[in-house]
């Protein structure tokens, strides 16, 4: 039987799957597919990283190393929902539900000191920041708004903020000194294994990384982030906001970056936070209390110490809040800050949203106010920055004109800098870093003082090749002309141009226009055809797809939940992507409060069809193409009809949109004539189904209104949250009579 593995993972999305799936099933059923489960959720990942030392009736497989596996091989047909990458917050978070529902897990040790603390602590540190993402991407990146999608946003376009030429928004960015101008690459001529050592000014050597292998043809970076630089960057720009009256923000990228972008978090911490630091620093540190978990971190972990130090670093945190810049707030009613946690304010969503709210982020009075995006490697600032040039000339950018901004990405084998958790440091003392190869040679070297950041990356040659051609597929196939944003001057750009030169001279690209130009470039070169409806495909490597698959389509469709995310694996599977998941947490606080979930599962219709599609030419299934047709003619339908989920209490949610979903699927499958007996089969179906449109609206919307209980947030009971996520007994009982229908 023909395979599809859709994936469990955290908040909203995994709410949605509990309604989703047994439709799913049911249709799939008719055509002889079996759809199975994994559990890659952050509780899911926790349990598995301890199997060993659990109970036996508290263990569970690991799920992500199979899918890893699975991955690799030509059978694999994987549907990916959003999953948590976790920060330390939320890490500790999640261990101390899974203990409170009885899983005898340790804590998270700050400052592991025994071997089975630092056991515990390298366990956890597998789990936390983007540890299923580099496991599942066997492939390079294909993300593309459908037709549909893009054709509703132009009919029904969502609300853009007005822009004016006074705006004082604008982003900061280092001008030396950090990762962008301290990189170094090479490009291993054979395979090797290679070692990254730190060597003492007296010459005392220190291993930090040890048996890095590497293929022939894989470009190889190092590079530095010095922290004196950083912080003397951040105390410039917090006196700037103040002088310029504007918001102080920072953008990082703290959950998939989850080693150096929490370090430089805590930084940023510590500049906003002068007095605090210098007051309680030593206190805040024996506590355990790190800067690099945020402000609410400290603000909650005081509560444990004496009165005295409690009132007092409230006191200082409140000067400091009073001496500097106004400062951007996540959540202006509950007091939270920019800078209480990490993983709260993530750079490819939060610049997006601020460009689209007329470059303006919320202030502490709960108003939109001009602010300093603060983001402190100037890799790919500069593509934020020509934005909000662009829009301070020109005004916003129209959704019912403007062009669509595909984007083929390099992310296939942990390319770039999103496969360098297990490379990067934060030094204890100065001297050199080194990068040797297997005979002893020095291949990069860094002069390095206590505090710095290092960090190494690789990208294999294989998955560049496979880019490439991926990319002129893509432009021969769409007729868009294809840009490669690549800077040649910077030392990972310059050997990737020289590969993708090479490797362009290879394929077949007459009378198509592609052409290399660098970020900014890149920026402004696009947006300017954006704004004459034309359409154009970015050619990115790992971090800049992460950024560009947000930016584009938040400003085109709203959201880039709604994006058609497809990865082929380099050994012939398919690994199918449901969009982004940043607005899962407050989705699930909404339903918890009001019973009512506002996700979007467009993501999940988009990717089941191209799972369904590829599943009919692998497994020689015909009727899987007849139902991934006649899902994405459903989906247009839907779109059409306004039957997403709304924003408001009283209307169509998550559940409902489902619901509309099914009806449409099964009146396609009854109207088509390709397969007969599956036609046949959904006559009484899709009949049924619209002559209880009204009763099953009913029931769906007569829950809603009130809280609900799920029983857990990062665990929730299974029960209880397929009783709140499937309160339609009379569309419940269709769905079985579905896979009894053939």
Request: aromatic share 6%.
């Amino acid at each position: 039987m023909a395979r599809i593995i859709y994936t469990h993972t955290d908040e909203a999305p995994m709410l949605a799957t509990a309604s989703f799936l047994p439709i799913l099933e049911a249709f799939s059923t008719t055509a002889g597919i079996d759809v199975a489960t994994r559990d890659i959720s952050l509780a899911g990942r926790i349990v598995a990283a301890f199997g060993d030392l659990l109970p036996e009736d508290q263990r569970e497989a690991d799920a992500l190393a199979e899918l890893g596996d699975l991955a690799k091989s030509p059978e694999a047909n994987i549907i990916k929902l959003p999953n948590i990458s976790a920060s330390v917050p939320q890490l500790k978070a999640a261990i101390a539900e899974l203990q409170g529902q009885g899983i005898d897990l340790p804590d998270y040790p700050d400052n592991p000191e025994t071997e089975a603390e630092k056991d515990a602590r390298a366990r956890y540190d597998a789990v936390k920041g983007s540890a299923v993402n580099p496991v599942l991407r066997e492939g390079n990146s294909d993300r593309r708004a459908p037709l549909a999608v893009k054709n509703f946003a132009r009919t029904h376009p969502h609300r853009m903020g007005a822009w004016s030429a006074d705006s004082r928004t604008r982003v900061a960015t280092m001008d030396g000194q950090d990762f962008r101008d301290s990189e170094q690459s090479v490009v291993l001529e054979e395979e090797d294994t290679l070692s990254i050592l730190h060597v003492a000014a007296d010459g005392a050597e220190t291993v930090l990384k040890a048996e890095l292998p590497v293929l022939a043809g894989e470009v190889v970076d190092s590079t530095v982030l010095h922290a004196a630089a950083l912080d003397a960057f951040l105390q410039e720009q917090i006196a700037a906001a103040k002088a310029d009256g504007v918001l102080f923000s920072v953008h990082l990228k703290a959950t998939m970056m989850k080693v150096s972008d929490p370090i430089i978090f805590g930084h940023v911490v510590r500049a906003f936070f002068p007095t605090l630091f210098t007051q309680y620093g030593d206190v805040l540190a024996e506590a355990g209390l790190s800067a690099n978990n945020g402000l609410a971190g400290i603000l909650s972990g005081v509560e444990a110490l004496d009165e005295a130090t409690r009132e007092g670093v409230k006191a200082a945190v409140a000067q400091d809040l009073a001496d500097g810049p106004a400062l951007a707030m996540v959540n202006s009613a509950k007091g939270i800050t920019n800078l209480h946690v990490p993983s709260d304010v993530i750079v490819d969503a939060s610049m997006p949203a601020m460009i689209r709210t007329s470059g303006h982020m919320w202030n502490a009075d709960d108003a939109e106010q001009d602010t300093l995006a603060v983001i402190p490697d100037s890799s790919y600032a500069g593509v934020y920055q020509a934005t909000i040039e662009d829009c301070q000339a020109n005004g916003a950018f129209d959704p019912t004109t403007m062009g669509t901004v595909p984007n083929v990405g390099l992310m296939a084998q942990k390319a770039e800098e999103y496969g360098s958790h297990d490379k990067t440091f934060e030094l204890d003392a100065a001297g050199k870093v080194e990068v040797r190869d297997a005979s002893g040679a020095v291949l990069m070297s860094h002069d390095v003082e206590a505090g710095d950041i290092f960090r190494a990356c690789q990208a294999k040659d294989a998955p560049i090749r496979d880019w490439v051609q991926l990319a002129v597929r893509r432009s021969r196939l769409s007729g868009m002309p294809a840009v490669f944003w690549l800077d040649e001057s910077r030392a990972h750009d310059r050997n990737l141009i020289a590969k993708v030169e090479a490797y362009l001279a290879e394929e077949d690209t007459e009378g198509l226009d592609i052409r290399i130009l660098n970020p900014v470039a890149a920026t402004k070169h696009t947006l300017e055809r954006v704004r004459r409806g034309e359409d154009t495909i970015s050619v990115t490597g790992n971090v800049l797809r992460d950024y560009l698959t947000d930016l584009f389509p938040i400003m085109e469709l709203g959201t880039s939940a709604k994006m058609l995310s497809v990865v082929p694996l380099m050994a012939g599977g398919g690994l199918f992507e449901t969009g982004a998941g940043g607005s899962a947490p407050k989705h699930v606080q909404q339903l918890v409060e009001e019973n009512y979930l506002r996700w979007d599962s467009l993501g999940e219709f988009l990717a089941l069809a191209e799972s369904l599609r590829h599943l009919s030419r692998t497994a020689d299934n015909p009727r899987a193409a007849v139902l991934a047709d006649a899902l994405d003619r459903a989906t247009e339908t839907l779109l059409n009809a306004d039957q997403s989920p709304q924003r408001k209490l009283g209307t169509i949610d998550n559940r409902g949109s489902h619901f509309y979903l099914a009806l449409h699927w099964a009146q396609e499958l009854a109207q088509q004539s390709e397969d007969k007996e599956l036609q046949a089969a959904f006559v009484p179906i899709a009949k049924e189904l619209t002559e209880g449109e009204e009763t099953i609206a009913a029931e769906l919307l007569a829950v809603q209104g009130s809280p609900a209980d799920i029983g857990g947030y990062y665990r929730p009971d299974p029960e209880k949250v397929a009783a709140v996520m499937r309160p339609s007994a009379t569309f419940n009982r269709i769905l079985e009579e579905i896979a009894a229908a053939l």
